[in-house]
């Protein structure tokens, strides 16, 4: 059974930082794509950051592009996300998501695994 744990939300004043961690267990970590996405309330959730499996390739939502970085380590079954420079607006609870494929992708319909979600807070 896939399972991803995420980690590292929390309350932060606006142009502070944050990284959120996501832990993979229950397949082989490498093969597969990796995504952040987040949801505010009353919105949908919406794409901001995907890695290939290998690392080489990464895409970002153009809300977040310059500001948040997504990276993993295959060794640890491990990916991040470093946030940078937030907003208020930036404030949604932040999931991450696994691909069956090894190519990113931005649509909620391409991952087939979610975490449980960590609260991301950005006070003005």
């Known amino acids: 059974q896939v399972q991803l744990v995420e980690s590292g939300g929390g309350l932060v004043q606006a142009g502070g930082s944050l990284r959120l961690s996501c832990a993979a267990s229950g397949r082989t970590f490498s093969n597969y794509a990796m995504g952040w996405f987040r949801q505010a309330p009353g919105s949908e959730r919406e794409f901001v950051a995907g890695?290939?499996?290998?690392?080489?390739?990464?895409l970002y939502a153009d809300s977040v592009k310059g500001r948040f970085t997504c990276s993993r380590d295959n060794a640890k079954n491990t990916v991040y996300l470093q946030m940078n420079s937030l907003k208020p607006e930036d404030t949604a609870v932040y999931y991450c998501a696994g691909a069956s494929h090894s190519w990113v992708a931005t649509t909620t319909p391409s991952y087939n695994y979610w975490g449980q979600g960590t609260q991301v807070t950005v006070s003005s």
């Open positions: 890695i290939s499996w290998s690392g080489r390739e990464t």
